[in-house]
């Protein structure tokens, strides 16, 4: 499908300068009025097949957290907000791959770290959720958690715990914090501080927790763990930033009893659980029902977003 249209006039960002950085380096974009630099990103093709919720009957509606209000947009304008391109990370030994969408014209100079599900970081659910996210204002890198080794539907079911078994946790957790390294690094060079959000479905979800137990606010100011498997409540107690939790009471691979304790042992989170969903309902809904929950439980992690990093000064 081909993309082109304008975008709205509103969007448009005041300050306008250059920058050496590489997340920013290729295109002349506008950027809030924090950062005296100018936004550079090489424009490449993204898959832009229609997310779950602009399937619906309403096509003319683009939720835009960096002004937190529903634009009326033509779907050709959609995609005109997102660019997109495979990476490389690190050096040597430690260099990983990853896919990086960026917003363009309603850039808010914000970073986010979005952690896959055991499908990888190619998987078209998890590269559609990071171009809504991106719509939304955000930088967004997706890392491949499992250095080319995701599990896939094709796999006999009785090899997963083997394949689990070959996912070293310390390995995991080192490629993400070379991500968010890159990240920051990026973002320094281009004059912008703010720090990272962290977001995870699934396996990711139960990673972010980790991860913010071990950065307690060095580099992350925010979390948001979807329907996270794996999450230690001893770890959690270590969380120093805002958690947003969002589950289903139908899910046995996330039971909300045993995320309720979790969240105890965590200051500032906040839980969502919604009734009658299953695992995935966000990013793999499979029901007119889940796609109106999937876009409510969007609407609230934006939200959570804007108000822990997007208004950051």
Not at 100 to 105: N, S
Not at 223 to 241: K, L, M, Q, W
């Amino acid at each position: 499908m081909g993309w082109s249209g304008s975008i709205p006039l509103s969007w448009a960002l005041p300050t306008t300068l250059c920058s050496s950085s590489f997340l920013f380096k290729q295109s002349c974009l506008p950027v809030p009025a924090f950062a005296s630099h100018e936004l550079h990103f090489p424009r490449s093709s993204i898959n832009c097949s229609r997310p779950f919720w602009l399937s619906r009957t309403n096509k003319n509606s683009r939720i835009c957290a960096s002004q937190v209000k529903v634009e009326d947009i033509t779907e050709d304008e959609t995609c005109e907000l997102v660019n997109g391109v495979e990476l490389s990370i690190g050096e040597g030994d430690d260099a990983i791959n990853a896919y990086l969408c960026t917003a363009v014209k309603n850039n808010n100079g914000t970073g986010i770290l979005l952690l896959s599900d055991v499908f990888g970081f190619e998987d078209s659910a998890t590269r559609d959720f990071a171009y809504l996210v991106a719509c939304n204002g955000y930088n967004v890198l997706v890392p491949d958690l499992f250095r080319g080794d995701p599990w896939t539907k094709e796999r006999p079911k009785d090899l997963f715990e083997e394949w689990r078994a070959r996912q070293n946790p310390e390995h995991i957790a080192k490629d993400i914090f070379i991500s968010a390294d890159w990240m920051v690094n990026e973002f320094v060079a281009a004059g912008i501080t703010k720090k990272l959000g962290i977001i995870g479905f699934c396996f990711g979800g139960g990673q972010v927790i980790d991860i913010l137990a071990h950065d307690q606010g060095g580099c992350f100011g925010v979390g948001v763990s979807f329907y996270g498997t794996g999450i230690s409540a001893s770890a959690a107690a270590n969380i120093r930033v805002p958690v947003l939790f969002i589950a289903g009471d139908n899910d046995p691979l996330c039971p909300v009893n045993n995320l309720k304790d979790i969240g105890k042992e965590i200051e500032h989170q906040k839980m969502v659980v919604f009734q009658g969903r299953g695992h995935g309902f966000v990013h793999r809904p499979e029901s007119p029902e889940e796609d109106e929950d999937a876009e409510e439980a969007f609407v609230i992690m934006r939200n959570w977003l804007h108000d822990g990093l997007a208004i950051e000064t």
